[in-house]
């Protein structure tokens, strides 16, 4: 005879473990609890488990980020979320489920659908999007540009040529509110000589109100040796940080990653002097708090 091997999320209420229904009963009573964080992706089915039902006015999810194939019904119920970190790959958001949404983690297909595009969301301001092409990055600033207050794209760079200046490209001046900016490369070409074209530096192509600009080219985190040596790198770095530093009147930093070595910030000096010191390391949570 097959044995039964239900999955924790398949189990009924009346073989509850004692354990789980005194938690439950504990929580039913923490009217204030705001924020949970998952460390663990195993530990998810629990705190689903755990607040299955539950009037709890929940409004940051964070930590191991959520399966929204397979939690998007759980994450409904909690109309007052204000911040989730998603994962999956082709359940779409309904925002009118999630009124209150303010800061949103994603991969972009989550985001763009499958067959809608993205959808609207008055409410987004802080929004952080991996595996984006840089068609995705248009629709983007296209749709949620003019609301954005921080803004963090994984753009995937395989088939892309060329420096792939965040400046260059997309139309960010329809970003009117956006302070923060990060662009990190992903799933580059072992042939860095695809990257390397003399392209021009747009550096007034900036959004009107930005702050901080985090880039994390490609070409930076990869030892490249005789073929583009680490001064020469330096230099094409310093020529961008300081021409968009200088086109623009409200960026104050340049931030950018270096292979095996952190991160660089640039700036101007009250005298108008570039200058530039070896940053800490970046906080992937930054963008949420810009």
């Given at each position: 005879?097959?044995?039964d091997?239900a999955?924790?999320?398949?189990?009924?209420?009346?073989?509850?473990?004692?354990?789980?229904?005194?938690?439950?009963?504990?929580l039913?009573?923490?009217?204030?609890?705001?924020?949970?964080?998952?460390?663990?992706?195993?530990?998810q089915?629990?705190?689903?488990?755990?607040l299955r039902?539950?009037?709890?006015?929940?409004?940051r999810l964070?930590?191991?980020?959520?399966?929204?194939?397979?939690?998007k019904?759980?994450?409904?119920?909690?109309?007052?979320?204000?911040?989730?970190?998603?994962?999956g790959?082709?359940?779409?958001?309904?925002?009118?489920?999630?009124?209150?949404?303010?800061i949103?983690s994603?991969?972009?297909?989550?985001?763009?659908?499958?067959?809608?595009?993205?959808?609207?969301?008055r409410?987004?301001?802080?929004?952080?999007?991996?595996?984006?092409?840089?068609?995705d990055?248009?629709k983007?600033v296209?749709?949620?540009g003019?609301?954005?207050?921080?803004?963090?794209?994984e753009q995937m760079?395989?088939?892309e040529?060329g420096r792939?200046?965040?400046?260059?490209?997309?139309?960010?001046?329809k970003?009117?509110?956006?302070?923060?900016?990060?662009v990190?490369?992903?799933?580059?070409?072992h042939?860095m000589?695809r990257y390397?074209?003399?392209?021009p530096i747009d550096?007034r192509?900036?959004p009107?109100?930005?702050?901080?600009?985090v880039?994390?080219?490609?070409?930076?985190r990869?030892?490249?040796?005789?073929?583009?040596?680490d001064?020469?790198k330096?230099?094409?770095?310093?020529?961008?940080?300081?021409?968009?530093?200088?086109?623009?009147?409200?960026?104050?930093?340049?931030?950018?990653e270096?292979?095996?070595?952190?991160?660089?910030?640039?700036?101007l000096?009250?005298?108008?002097?570039?200058?530039?010191g070896?940053a800490?390391?970046?906080d992937?949570e930054?963008?949420?708090?810009?």
């Amino acid at each position: 005879m097959a044995e039964d091997h239900a999955e924790p999320e398949d189990w009924e209420d009346d073989i509850e473990l004692e354990w789980m229904k005194e938690l439950r009963s504990s929580l039913a009573h923490l009217r204030r609890l705001s924020t949970i964080i998952v460390q663990q992706p195993g530990a998810q089915l629990v705190v689903f488990r755990l607040l299955r039902g539950l009037d709890v006015p929940l409004r940051r999810l964070i930590g191991t980020p959520v399966d929204m194939n397979r939690h998007k019904i759980f994450i409904q119920q909690f109309p007052e979320l204000e911040e989730i970190h998603l994962y999956g790959d082709g359940s779409s958001i309904e925002y009118s489920r999630l009124p209150s949404l303010r800061i949103l983690s994603c991969r972009s297909c989550i985001l763009t659908g499958a067959r809608t595009g993205i959808t609207p969301c008055r409410t987004l301001t802080h929004l952080s999007v991996a595996e984006v092409t840089s068609e995705d990055i248009d629709k983007i600033v296209d749709v949620l540009g003019s609301q954005l207050v921080s803004l963090r794209l994984e753009q995937m760079v395989w088939d892309e040529q060329g420096r792939l200046y965040p400046t260059n490209g997309p139309a960010w001046r329809k970003c009117s509110r956006l302070k923060c900016l990060h662009v990190r490369h992903q799933n580059w070409r072992h042939d860095m000589t695809r990257y390397l074209h003399d392209d021009p530096i747009d550096a007034r192509n900036l959004p009107p109100a930005l702050q901080t600009l985090v880039w994390s080219p490609a070409w930076t985190r990869v030892f490249t040796y005789h073929i583009y040596p680490d001064e020469q790198k330096r230099a094409d770095i310093r020529r961008f940080a300081e021409a968009v530093l200088r086109g623009s009147r409200t960026l104050r930093t340049v931030t950018v990653e270096w292979a095996g070595r952190g991160f660089y910030k640039c700036y101007l000096t009250p005298m108008k002097q570039y200058k530039e010191g070896e940053a800490s390391e970046m906080d992937d949570e930054d963008w949420t708090r810009a």
